[in-house]
């Protein structure tokens, strides 16, 4: 029995281990797919359900400013 491969798009990256002071280390694979380079700054969302997801500020920004401005649309 093989293992079933993720859909398009999806990733597992991996585990990491969180630092003394809070740190993680984004894995390689992630930040190339993803294009962090260092520098670049994130935000960090949580829900206290379902967890922790990191975004590019960037892509925060244009997604506040769609709801901002009524361009979003679920």
Known sequence: ???ALPPKGK???GMVTVGDKGQI???AKARKIFEIS???QLVVLG???QGLAIMKSESF???A???RN???VE
Request: hydrophobic fraction near 45%.
């Open 25 to 27: 280390v984004i894995p």
């Open 61 to 63: 920004l244009a997604f």
């Open 11 to 13: 990733h597992l990256f």
């Open 47 to 49: 829900d206290e359900r």
């Open 70 to 72: 009524g361009k979003y």
């Open 65 to 67: 400013d769609a709801v």
């Open 38 to 40: 260092p520098g670049d």
């Open 1 to 3: 029995m093989g293992m």
